[in-house]
């Protein structure tokens, strides 16, 4: 029969491990997400976005969706996401620089220098799936 000291300890360096363990932000979270789904990619003009630059029509620059840029506070600025054309396979790369406030869960808006490097602006929308890289990451 083990002793009441016995199980004193174990359940005292149980408790120890799980208050311990590293927590991930939504945000760390996030990344490892792949959104599909109804995900869909449209194009905007981009100009002063959320993140607080200018951006242009030559620049790669995404809008996430407003719901999740305000999830994160923000904090999913300058990082790149991975996006993938669900019917070609073709993988392009953008920087999320702005929020899409007409944006469901799982759609991106594109600047024009990203969605025409999966098709002509005429398209107007693509069925994608797409996920952040880690921050730091650059193509």
């Known amino acids: 029969m083990m002793s009441f000291v016995t199980i004193l300890s174990f359940l005292f360096a149980t408790v120890l491990m799980v208050v ?36 242009t029509v030559n620049d790669p620059i995404i809008a996430i969706p407003e719901t999740l840029y305000d999830e994160n506070r923000g ?25 899409c406030p007409g944006c469901g869960g799982g759609d991106l808006d594109m600047s024009p220098a990203v969605f025409q490097k999966f098709a002509s602006l005429d398209v107007g929308i693509l069925s994608i799936s797409w996920y952040f890289m880690p921050q730091g990451w650059s193509p």
Do not use: M
């Open 75 to 99: 904090s999913n600025c300058g990082q790149w996401i991975h996006i993938e054309d669900v019917s070609t396979g073709k993988v392009v790369y953008g920087r999320t620089e702005d929020s």
């Open 20 to 55: 311990s363990a590293p927590v991930e932000t939504p945000a760390e979270l996030d990344k490892r997400t792949t959104h599909t789904g109804r995900a869909s990619g449209t194009w905007f003009e981009p100009g002063l976005g959320n993140c607080g630059n200018f951006n």
